[in-house]
Nanobody
């Protein structure tokens, strides 16, 4: 199901920063079930960052120390702050809410890292 809304992607130069925001309907929002995935052309979708049930966070090894997932200031939002972006970070980024029997997803937003 596609219910989540991501904003704002775009083009950024290598070494730059970008912040993605996910807005989730209040009836399904649960901070510790939220995460971000990405899918680059020709590759499988992969988990980038997520909250865990014990309030910890986990990250893809290649983005550790560069990306940060956090709760947004606005209600029912989750932020992915991306620093020191690299060309290999270029992908469609998807907000995710883990759920049973099926996860909720955003439509995806393109992030392009290029000079």
């Amino acid at each position: 199901q596609v219910l989540l809304v991501e904003s704002v992607g775009g083009l950024v130069q290598p070494g730059g920063s970008l912040t993605l925001t996910c807005t989730c309907p209040g009836r399904i929002f649960s901070l510790y079930a939220m995460g971000w995935y990405r899918q680059a052309p020709g590759k499988q979708r992969e988990l980038v960052a997520a909250f865990a049930s014990n309030s910890s966070t986990k990250y893809l090894d290649s983005v550790k120390d560069r990306f940060t997932i956090s709760r947004g200031n606005a209600k029912n939002t989750v932020i992915l702050r991306m620093n020191s972006l690299k060309p290999e970070d270029t992908a469609d980024y998807y907000c995710n809410r883990r759920a049973f029997p099926g996860d909720y997803w955003g439509k995806g937003i393109l992030v392009t890292v290029s000079s």
